[in-house]
């Protein structure tokens, strides 16, 4: 099964699994237990839990497809025991056929556009329709997002974000310079990936000191297609159409120095940023911007709870926390109501 789903309400049939039966518009639920929003590993885990416990779920997801970060993930996810390394698209299809042949309701394409922490009500675009749902207790799972550097020249065509694969497509930049931004995990893994290919790579970080593992950062240090640029932040980067090169604006935030570098290409990777729009108002937040919780993962609010990269730190963030998170959630909820 793909991770691709269509709305619907699942559900088992004695010992065999139902059809898949379309919730209609004028049948949308307009109550229950545990609302889930995001349908990524921990808002798949959160389902799945409310399934075994037998509570009461909706679980909505405003993209086409459920998966979150695993649909467009492409390296490979290493140190879960019992495992060997995992393909983020095989974990993507176990995840969303196990909520879907278990009988977890959700809906995709269902976006939450309003949120009322005081009245537990939550307002559902879902085609252009909007409905009302109130619930008991919410599950905020909405993931991450890519950070950005947010300067000029940022959409130039050879400037990638972090959805670009540097595990799948490095061999493009063979005998090409590139410029990696970052100094996490996820950068300094795309820069050995792009020198392995044969490239030239300039890894630039703002900071003095890389934040990424130490395995990753000996490997850099060692390369000598890599060469590393610290206390340096982009300043812009311009196309040069004759060359088809982007040029970028460098600044040494040590001394103010200001260079270029021409390159042929730009991959960002300066972390992500929690998507937490819906609740920030409502709750406490960390230094770090992620939602701050208790040990159950229940925010400052009662009843409301942040779970996997919501309120998560950046060195923390995994598929095996986020799948612990959606079901500790959910069994304190339910312990919660009872």
């Known amino acids: 099964?793909?991770?691709?789903?269509?709305?619907?309400?699942?559900?088992?049939?004695?010992?065999?699994?139902?059809?898949?039966?379309?919730i209609a518009q004028s049948n949308f639920p307009t109550e229950t237990n545990i609302l889930i929003i995001g349908g990524g590993p921990a808002g798949l885990s959160a389902a799945y839990t409310c399934k075994t416990l037998g509570v009461p779920h909706l679980l909505l997801e405003a993209a086409e497809e459920l998966g979150g970060q695993l649909r467009w993930t492409h390296s490979t996810?290493?140190?879960?025991?019992?495992?060997?390394?995992?393909?983020?698209?095989d974990v993507c299809k176990?995840?969303?056929?196990?909520?879907?042949?278990?009988?977890?309701?959700?809906?995709t394409r269902a976006a939450v556009?309003?949120?009322?922490?005081?009245?537990?009500?939550?307002?559902?675009?879902?085609?252009?329709?909007?409905?009302?749902?109130?619930?008991?207790?919410?599950?905020?799972?909405?993931?991450?997002?890519?950070?950005?550097?947010?300067?000029?020249?940022?959409?130039?065509?050879?400037?990638?974000?972090?959805?670009?694969?540097?595990s799948r497509?490095?061999?493009?930049?063979?005998?090409?310079?590139?410029?990696?931004?970052?100094?996490?995990?996820?950068?300094?893994?795309?820069?050995?990936?792009?020198?392995?290919?044969?490239a030239e790579v300039f890894v630039v970080h703002r900071r003095a000191q890389f934040r990424a593992r130490p395995d990753f950062q000996q490997r850099v240090w060692l390369d000598s297609r890599i060469h590393v640029v610290l206390s340096t932040v982009v300043e812009e980067m311009k196309s040069d159409e004759q060359s088809q090169a982007v040029v970028v604006t460098l600044r040494d935030t040590s001394n103010g120095r200001i260079f270029n570098e021409r390159v042929d290409a730009v991959v960002v990777r300066i972390g992500m940023e929690p998507q937490i729009s819906l609740i920030r108002a409502f709750v406490d937040l960390s230094d770090d911007g992620t939602v701050l919780t208790d040990r159950f993962l229940q925010t400052s609010q009662p009843g409301i709870y942040a779970v996997g990269d919501t309120c998560t730190p950046a060195w923390g963030a995994s598929v095996v926390t986020a799948i612990g998170h959606g079901a500790l959630a959910v069994r304190h909820a339910s312990h919660s109501q009872l």
């Open 1 to 22: 099964m793909s991770c691709k789903s269509d709305v619907h309400d699942h559900r088992p049939t004695g010992a065999a699994v139902s059809s898949q039966v379309h």
């Open 77 to 89: 996810i290493r140190g879960v025991i019992g495992s060997a390394n995992l393909v983020p698209a």
């Open 94 to 107: 176990q995840l969303v056929s196990t909520v879907t042949m278990s009988g977890c309701i959700f809906r």
């Open 113 to 166: 556009i309003g949120l009322d922490v005081g009245e537990r009500t939550a307002i559902v675009s879902v085609s252009e329709v909007t409905h009302k749902v109130r619930f008991d207790s919410l599950i905020l799972a909405t993931g991450a997002s890519e950070r950005r550097l947010g300067v000029a020249g940022e959409e130039l065509p050879p400037v990638f974000g972090a959805r670009f694969s540097t």
């Open 169 to 198: 497509s490095a061999a493009q930049f063979a005998n090409r310079r590139v410029v990696v931004v970052g100094g996490g995990d996820r950068a300094l893994e795309g820069a050995l990936h792009l020198a392995l290919a044969g």
